[in-house]
């Protein structure tokens, strides 16, 4: 990826025609979020949307200058995150309050700081509390830069209530 298809500064966040905003998780919500740093932060920014024309979870993730690995390229581990957030919130997009229990991530290419990559991820299958979900990670030009899939676990009533808990003590 060249130089020219990154900003150190977050770019204002696009939609494709057809993307419609949402939430995945918004019981959840925090700025102080690792993966959701929000629209000031230097790090991580990610913007959700739902697609129309088969309701996977799409979107975009801006890689800032925080996410450093090797030099002028985003840390392997800034990538996983994205994956671990993004393959997660497909599965609560999809009505299911997991955790991800396990991750892979196969890296295709190394990502520049400043890129404003496209993710999109969707719910594979359900299997009692597994949720099996999978996604990509594409550069601007439409390279896979990674893919991954996870199995996450749908979340016990109480350990979900305490994760709202600590939300709402947080926020006052």
Do not use: N
Not at 43 to 48: E, F, I, P, S, T
Not at 149 to 172: G, I, N, P, Q, Y
């Amino acid at each position: 990826m060249s130089s020219s298809q990154g900003s150190l500064t977050p770019p204002p966040v696009t939609p494709e025609p057809g993307w419609h905003a949402f939430m995945p998780f918004p019981e959840l919500a925090s700025r102080e979020s690792f993966v959701q740093g929000g629209e000031s932060t230097h790090r991580l920014r990610l913007a959700y949307f739902k697609r129309d024309s088969d309701d996977h979870l799409v979107g975009r993730a801006w890689f800032g200058p925080e996410t450093q690995g090797p030099p002028g390229h985003a840390h392997g581990g800034a990538m996983s995150a994205v994956m671990d957030e993004t393959l997660g919130a497909a599965a609560w997009a999809a009505g299911h309050k997991v955790v991800v229990a396990r991750l892979t991530v196969d890296f295709r290419l190394m990502v520049e700081l400043g890129t404003d990559a496209t993710f999109e991820t969707w719910v594979e299958r359900v299997d009692g509390r597994k949720v099996l979900t999978r996604g990509r990670l594409l550069s601007p030009s439409g390279d896979l830069v990674a893919e991954g899939h996870a199995v996450c676990v749908v979340l016990r009533d109480e350990h979900f209530e305490k994760f709202v808990a600590a939300r709402a003590r947080k926020a006052e």
